[in-house]
Structure formats: C-alpha cells, structure tokens
C-alpha cells in the first residue's frame, strides 16, 4: 500500500535561517506531489505542485520554493524565513484525474 | 474559479446527536467534492467523496453526505455523534488533479 511520510514533525527556526522540509511517497511511481500550508483558521492553501522530477508549478508567490529531485520525493525549501512562514505545511500526492489527495503527517514550523 | 465556503467556523454538539455540517461551493460545471477530517495535530484524512451518480454518498465512521445541485451544496451529516468524532472538517472541490480548492473548516466540539 501506498504511504506518505514528512519531517521533521516539529521545527522552530529564527527568522533569516533557512529552511528545508522533506516529503516522501512510497508504493506508487510518478505521482502528482503537493505542499500545502494551513494557518489557522484559513483551512488550506496550495503552495506548490508537481507532476514529475524537476517540474515545478508555483501557486503563490513568497520566499518559499520546492524541488522534486526524485520521482517520490519533495522538499520544500527557503533560504530565509519571514515570521509570515509559520504555519503547518502538508504534503500531498495522487496519482488519478480525480484529484483525491493523500496527505502526510505535517510538519509544524514556527518562526521566532 | 471555483471556491468553497464553510458558513459554521465551530460547532458544538452533544455526544449522540446528530450533526450536520455545511458546505457551499461555486464552479461552473460539476465538480468532484470531498469532505476531509483533521485530528489537531495531524494530516487530514478523507471521509468521502462525489464524483457522479447517486447524491447521497456514504463516507467512514458512519458519514454521509447530500451533494444539491440546486444549492450547489455538500452537506455532511451524521445520525449520532461519538466523542471521537471531535475534530476539524474541511470540505473541497475539485476539478481536477492540479485544482483542489479548501474551505476555511468547521472546528466540531463533543459535549459528553
């Protein structure tokens, strides 16, 4: 069966540092990956999208960016961190034209 | 571009009753609507979903949902609430693998 797994689970940052999430699929080959990040009390917001290695779409334009390096795996990144990144980012996959999305765990970031 | 509202950001029932939560949407066409549930903390997990056919859509843990045309509405319900069931809820609508659209969530407290 198809599993998906994020971390770290927990980060807490300064603002400036860097910034590395990373999200892996396994039991499938060439899903469509997501990131998500949900602040509260505005559900979710779609940050990035990936439909295979190396491709890329961006929703949003911030300071974030995400890379695919490998068919099931997705990071997302920043070189600094903006107080405005806090949040619980989500990782995502499906693999039909229905778009039932899979989430992982989550990942809590906070920015001091 | 499609959009979801959740009118109801809490609801509180008591243990046993019944639970109906709402969800609004707005596309030109049919689109493909989910309900998820989120556990605090963790990622979410789909209860159900509508793609076409019969309106009334059976979900885990004893949910339903109504998709009205009409009222461009998604209704999720349940006939008796346990404690478990505490959590938050978000509705979605999608056209497609790459347009998933999140309403904000209705945050459901179980009174014992």
């Known amino acids: 069966s198809q599993t998906i797994h994020q971390w770290p689970a927990t980060l807490v940052q300064p603002v400036g540092s860097p910034l590395s999430l990373e999200c892996t699929v396994e039991?499938?080959?060439?899903?469509?990956l997501y990131w998500y990040r949900q602040a509260a009390g505005r559900g979710l917001q779609l940050l990035f999208y990936?439909?295979?290695?190396?491709?890329i779409s961006s929703e949003v334009p911030q300071n974030l960016s995400a890379s695919r390096p490998q068919d099931r795996q997705f990071i997302l990144s920043s070189k600094k961190l903006l107080l405005s990144d806090s949040g619980f980012y989500l990782c995502?996959?499906?693999?039909?034209?229905?778009?039932?999305?899979?989430f992982g765990e989550g990942s809590r970031l906070t920015v001091l | 571009a499609q959009s979801v509202t959740q009118p109801d950001i809490h609801i509180t029932v008591s243990e046993g009753a019944s639970l109906e939560l709402r969800c609004n949407y707005s596309?030109?066409?049919?689109?493909?609507l989910f309900w998820y549930v989120q556990s605090p903390g963790q990622g979410l997990q789909l209860l159900l979903k509508?793609?076409?056919?019969?309106?009334l859509v059976q979900g885990i843990k004893g949910f339903e949902a109504e998709f009205k045309r009409s009222q461009s509405s998604f209704n999720l319900r349940k006939p008796s609430v346990h404690w478990s069931d505490a959590a938050e809820y978000f509705c979605?609508?999608?056209?497609?693998?790459?347009?998933?659209?999140f309403g904000a969530g209705t945050r459901l407290t179980v009174k014992p």
């Open positions: 596309y030109g066409a049919t689109p493909y």
């Open positions: 979605a609508v999608g056209a497609g693998t790459y347009d998933m659209r």
């Open positions: 995502a996959w499906t693999e039909g034209a229905t778009g039932e999305l899979f």
């Open positions: 039991g499938t080959s060439n899903p469509n």
């Open positions: 990936s439909v295979g290695i190396g491709q």
């Open positions: 509508y793609f076409s056919g019969d309106t």
